[in-house]
């Protein structure tokens, strides 16, 4: 089992800090070690480390982030490129043309998207089809033993002193979600006093915020 920790940074998108379990190796791997695709979707939820992933792939490919209206003018900078939420594209023409444009000129593009190809709501013929067949991933969902992991990483960047006891409430009480974890530890981090968390304080936080108790 291989393990890379999240830092105490949410924005510290280094392949150090993300984490690689059973679960979701394959994806990493498709991903990151991958050289066979020329255009790839991976697609997961909000906060599933789609982001974290594509940052990563940038660092190895010296790729360059892009939107559908400037890629022409990037091309010539690089042979990697990366253009994130697709699902929010509003110019499906310029999507097409983005798509065609780079497999003419033989360029790699890592595309995210919080929605399946198949859910994607495509009204150009031509683009739908070159979507459905595009190489596509799927983040899984993530497991209590990597949101376990993840919160006690990031109680100890913080150097926060907590029970397990207190890792177990939360997660019987939180979305199982990366955004989640995120959320909360947020909300910790801005509302705690001290650095001992405590089972009680957590009640009162989750009880006065809008996450779901199950």
């Not at 697609?43 to 660092?59: E, M, N, Q, V, Y």
């Not at 919080?114 to 979507?131: A, C, E, H, I």
Request: proline fraction near 2%.
């Amino acid at each position: 089992m291989q393990l890379n920790l999240f830092s105490n940074n949410q924005t510290d998108y280094s392949w150090q800090n993300f984490i690689v379990l059973g679960e979701n190796k394959h994806v990493y791997n498709s991903v990151i070690d991958d050289l066979s695709w020329k255009c790839m979707i991976l697609f997961g939820p909000k906060g599933s480390g789609k982001t974290h992933l594509a940052h990563i792939w940038r660092s190895i490919n010296n790729a360059i982030f892009i939107n559908v209206n400037n890629f022409v003018n990037e091309m010539r900078y690089s042979n990697a490129f990366i253009l994130e939420d697709v699902q929010n594209v509003q110019d499906q023409a310029m999507l097409l043309h983005c798509y065609n444009y780079m497999k003419e000129n033989n360029k790699r593009l890592l595309i995210t998207s919080s929605s399946s190809p198949k859910k994607l709501n495509l009204k150009l013929k031509d683009l739908s089809s070159r979507v459905l067949s595009t190489t596509s991933v799927k983040i899984p969902p993530a497991s209590e033993e990597l949101l376990r992991i993840m919160l006690v990483k990031r109680f100890s960047d913080k150097q926060m002193r907590v029970n397990l006891r207190v890792i177990d409430y939360i997660l019987a009480r939180i979305e199982r979600s990366f955004h989640s974890v995120n959320k909360i530890m947020e909300r910790i981090d801005n509302e705690s006093m001290g650095s001992n968390i405590t089972i009680p304080f957590v009640s009162t936080l989750l009880k006065k915020s809008d996450y779901h108790i199950y």
